[in-house]
């Protein structure tokens, strides 16, 4: 009998977790007969009484078991956390916000089954979004699968199945700043897909407002990509063509019509403003980059655990006196 556990970060959802868990528990039932099967749900420093009731249903239901993280250290670093203490023969991450259908991980399971190491969630539509997040987001994953490695699947979110051998080679990569799916993408394992509709979310509010996502998006982008470090040479040769026409230009008016050219300020300053903007945003990519090195080599931890609730194995809940970070 295979063991698979379900992951869900919690963010602040104490008002809709009832609601989630009763959905999840209702799939351990489905998939009991074949499967020993559980939830583990990642308080990720909620301000509500999420971890209360995280703790009263781990009391109810003994396939139900919570961490809370000692402050909130972002999504990906929940998701992290649960996919290095799940020690199963599959793991899925879901979303407790009810957008993503927890019915659908039967059908995961059984592509699982069938020998496949990586199902993806895919949205079948994003009507419950607004048109600016769709299309921003279509873009975003366009310009990522033209300049990354190993970019997602459009339409895929961290709604998946991984098997054993694949969170052990996702847990062994090093970095910090993580963006897990386009990590899972890296890793190169052809993913099979599970297609669903995007639900609106039951309760709560969103976590990941504009500023967030633009974050998300550059975690993206820096991990998967030096396309931005090449940017300086595209704007060098940009920047430069016009003016260098401006100087032929005049050279021709000078030696072929003897026009005595007076040096203009407007072309000094448009060229100033150009080469300056140029140099300012070519600065930000390599502090972006430079940022990234920084982080990464103080070498902290992605997550701390404060505590936990629930019937867990000691071979699972690795006390963060071990620093678990350190198989990173």
Same mark, same amino acid.
């Given at each position: 009998?295979?063991?698979?556990?379900?992951?869900?970060?919690?963010?602040?959802?104490?008002?809709?977790?009832?609601?989630?868990?009763?959905?999840?528990?209702?799939?351990?039932?489905? +998939?009991?007969? #074949?499967?020993? !099967?559980?939830? =583990?749900? &990642?308080?990720?420093?909620?301000?509500? $009484? *999420? %971890?209360?009731?995280?703790?009263?249903?781990?009391?109810?239901?003994?396939?139900?078991?919570?961490?809370?993280?000692?402050?909130?250290?972002?999504?990906?670093?929940?998701?992290?956390?649960?996919?290095?203490?799940?020690?199963?023969?599959?793991?899925?991450?879901?979303?407790?916000?009810?957008?993503?259908?927890?019915?659908?991980?039967?059908?995961?399971?059984? +592509?699982?089954? #069938?020998?496949? !190491?990586?199902? =993806?969630? &895919?949205?079948?539509?994003?009507?419950? $979004? *607004? %048109?600016?997040?769709?299309?921003?987001?279509?873009?975003?994953?366009?310009?990522?699968?033209?300049?990354?490695?190993?970019?997602?699947?459009?339409?895929?979110?961290?709604?998946?199945?991984?098997?054993?051998?694949?969170?052990?080679?996702?847990?062994?990569?090093?970095?910090?700043?993580?963006?897990?799916?386009?990590?899972?993408?890296?890793?190169?394992?052809?993913?099979?897909?599970?297609?669903?509709?995007?639900?609106?979310?039951?309760?709560?509010?969103?976590?990941?407002?504009?500023?967030?996502?633009?974050?998300?998006?550059?975690?993206?982008?820096?991990?998967?990509?030096?396309?931005?470090?090449?940017?300086?040479?595209?704007?060098?040769?940009?920047?430069?063509?016009?003016?260098?026409?401006?100087?032929?230009?005049?050279?021709?008016?000078?030696?072929?019509?003897?026009?005595?050219?007076?040096?203009?300020?407007?072309?000094?300053?448009?060229?100033?403003?150009?080469?300056?903007?140029?140099?300012?945003?070519?600065?930000?990519?390599?502090?972006?980059?430079?940022?990234?090195?920084?982080?990464?080599?103080?070498?902290?931890?992605?997550?701390?655990?404060?505590?936990?609730?629930?019937?867990?194995?000691?071979?699972?809940?690795?006390?963060?006196?071990?620093?678990?970070?350190?198989?990173?």
């Amino acid at each position: 009998m295979a063991s698979i556990i379900i992951v869900a970060p919690v963010m602040n959802e104490g008002s809709g977790l009832p609601q989630f868990v009763s959905e999840v528990t209702a799939v351990l039932d489905a +998939l009991g007969p #074949r499967h020993r !099967a559980s939830l =583990l749900l &990642v308080d990720d420093g909620s301000t509500d $009484d *999420s %971890w209360k009731a995280i703790c009263t249903a781990s009391a109810r239901d003994p396939r139900v078991s919570g961490l809370r993280l000692s402050r909130n250290f972002g999504h990906q670093a929940a998701l992290t956390c649960g996919y290095e203490l799940a020690d199963a023969d599959a793991v899925v991450t879901i979303d407790s916000d009810l957008q993503d259908p927890p019915s659908a991980i039967v059908e995961m399971v059984r +592509l699982w089954e #069938r020998g496949a !190491a990586v199902v =993806l969630g &895919v949205r079948r539509n994003r009507v419950v $979004d *607004s %048109w600016p997040k769709r299309w921003s987001a279509a873009l975003y994953y366009r310009v990522l699968r033209l300049v990354g490695e190993g970019a997602p699947a459009e339409q895929s979110g961290d709604f998946r199945l991984l098997d054993r051998r694949v969170v052990r080679e996702l847990n062994s990569l090093p970095e910090r700043h993580r963006y897990i799916r386009g990590l899972v993408g890296w890793l190169g394992f052809t993913p099979a897909v599970v297609e669903f509709d995007r639900q609106s979310r039951r309760s709560g509010v969103t976590k990941y407002p504009l500023g967030r996502m633009m974050r998300l998006a550059v975690d993206g982008l820096v991990s998967l990509s030096f396309v931005p470090l090449r940017v300086a040479y595209i704007l060098a040769c940009a920047s430069a063509v016009p003016f260098l026409l401006y100087l032929v230009y005049n050279v021709v008016l000078h030696v072929a019509f003897g026009v005595q050219m007076v040096p203009g300020w407007s072309s000094l300053i448009l060229a100033i403003t150009a080469f300056g903007a140029a140099n300012l945003l070519v600065l930000g990519i390599l502090g972006e980059y430079v940022g990234r090195i920084y982080s990464e080599v103080k070498r902290r931890p992605v997550f701390v655990i404060a505590e936990s609730c629930g019937q867990r194995s000691p071979q699972a809940i690795r006390h963060d006196d071990e620093h678990a970070r350190e198989s990173l």
